[in-house]
């Protein structure tokens, strides 16, 4: 029964994200199918922090946008305060520039810096990316061995980045999902690391069943 639902729910998913193939976030919505309010209690991040985080995004675009305007193409990801930077820029100096630019923003604490220099993507080459991103979650959904929801994907030029904060058992099942999934030429790993130990990472507890008449 399970194999019949991902039969169905795979080509919805992969529609809406070529349907908005600049919206790489869309498939985490569209893979749990559940509402912001529900992805926000179970994200590892604090609220707090998943504010900050889109904050970061917005900040940051809007300087590379006043800099730059479309001479570059460049794709910012915040997670946990630490920025992911790709996309295409036309030189070596407008590269380090826009890392400057990143790093200057506040609460940022870290910044993955792999903007390429070269023209910039056709729009086949970013629904490609976009399929490449709804086929990995698809699959991280489907594998049942971790909460997607903890994993957030990006793909540039067929390079699938991962990001989260997750155990190394779990990093290590969304790498195998990701290197295994049709169309990927690499992976690059830029996660947080925690134990399952730690409290942000623990097992949730189950619920203890209410005695009758409780």
Do not use: W
């Not at 990143?102 to 990316?129: E, K």
Request: glycine fraction near 8%; charged fraction near 25%.
């Amino acid at each position: 029964m399970k194999k019949i639902r991902f039969q169905f729910r795979v080509p919805f998913v992969l529609a809406l994200c070529l349907a908005a193939a600049f919206l790489q976030g869309c498939i985490e919505m569209a893979v749990v199918g559940v509402g912001t309010a529900a992805l926000s209690a179970v994200d590892r991040r604090t609220t707090g922090v998943q504010v900050d985080d889109e904050g970061i995004e917005l900040r940051a675009s809007n300087r590379v946008s006043e800099r730059f305007g479309d001479k570059a193409h460049v794709n910012i990801t915040s997670y946990n305060r630490s920025v992911l930077v790709t996309g295409e820029v036309p030189d070596a100096k407008a590269k380090a520039e826009i890392e400057k630019l990143i790093q200057g923003v506040p609460s940022v604490r870290g910044v993955t810096n792999d903007l390429q220099v070269a023209g910039g993507a056709s729009l086949t080459s970013r629904a490609s990316d976009a399929t490449i991103t709804g086929k990995v979650k698809a699959r991280l959904f489907d594998s049942g061995q971790l909460n997607p929801i903890h994993v957030k994907v990006v793909t540039e030029a067929s390079i699938v980045y991962l990001l989260g904060i997750v155990t190394e058992a779990e990093a290590n099942v969304a790498v195998e999902v990701a290197r295994t999934t049709r169309g990927v030429r690499k992976v690059v790993k830029v996660f947080d690391y925690c134990k399952p130990t730690d409290e942000v990472c623990a097992p949730p507890k189950a619920e203890v069943p209410k005695k009758a008449g409780s």
